[in-house]
T-cell receptor
Framework: DTGVSQDPRHKITKRGQNVTFRCDPI?????LYWYRQTLGQGPEFLTY????????KSRLLSDRFSAERPKGSFSTLEIQRTEQGDSAMYLC????????????FGQGTRLTVV | KNQVEQSPQSLIILEGKNCTLQ??????????LRWYKQDTGRGPVSLTI?????NTKSNGRYTATLDADTKQSSLHITASQLSDSASYIC????????????FGAGTQVVVTP
């Protein structure tokens, strides 16, 4: 296992289209996190899962955003009817459920909405 | 208002010199504080994690300190190298929601020859 993997690395889409990103966590990690980062800012929390359960969801995650982790392994983040304001880096991270454990981030998916 | 504030926003240092980055937070109740290094266009990479009872932790040339009473942390980089050029991000977790990380905006460090 080489770490957290995200796909695609880059995505350009037209406004109004739907996009889906995938995250494969480190295999023994049962916690998975999604964050969004805009240029020059720190990442903002979107949501996180413990196994297949979505434990917390930010109010930043509007009705157009949905995240799933159906089998407690990989996760998908879907954005419907994309807007230019959705342009950002979408980061996924994973960890064990032990408090104070290290969280490992993927390389991110860069979304550009034109 | 962001619960994690970092300073300075950016700094330029000469290769071989030391520097110190600051992080103030209001996240409560406190669980842990992390420092991450993020290269441009890449995901963050963990440098240190500290809990309430830890005052200092080192990772090579990186040394982090934590004062949980004043809610302040610092990251000291010793003998900087060109590869240290990156954004350094302070991340705090609350004890009642430790799965939700609160990120600072980061300090952009540029190391020049």
């Amino acid at each position: 296992d080489t770490g957290v993997s995200q796909d695609p690395r880059h995505k350009i889409t037209k406004r109004g289209q739907n996009v889906t990103f995938r995250c494969d966590p480190i295999s023994e990690h049962n916690r998975l996190y999604w964050y969004r980062q805009t240029l020059g800012q720190g990442p903002e929390f979107l949501t996180y899962f413990q196994n297949e359960a979505q434990l917390e969801k930010s109010r930043l995650l509007s009705d157009r955003f949905s995240a799933e982790r159906p089998k407690g392994s990989f996760s998908t983040l879907e954005i419907q009817r994309t807007e230019q304001g959705d342009s950002a880096m979408y980061l996924c991270a994973s960890s064990t459920q032990t408090e104070n454990t290290e969280a490992f981030f993927g390389q991110g998916t860069r979304l550009t909405v034109v | 208002k962001n619960q994690v504030e970092q300073s300075p926003q950016s700094l330029i240092i000469l290769e071989g010199k030391n520097c110190t980055l600051q992080c103030n937070y209001t996240v409560s109740p406190f669980s842990n504080l992390r420092w991450y290094k993020q290269d441009t266009g890449r995901g963050p990479v963990s440098l240190t994690i500290m809990t309430f009872s830890e005052n200092t932790k080192s990772n090579g040339r990186y040394t982090a300190t934590l004062d949980a009473d004043t809610k302040q942390s610092s990251l000291h980089i010793t003998a900087s190298q060109l590869s240290d050029s990156a954004s350094y991000i302070c991340v705090v977790s609350a004890a009642d929601s430790w799965g939700k990380f609160q990120f600072g905006a980061g300090t952009q460090v540029v190391v020049t020859p």
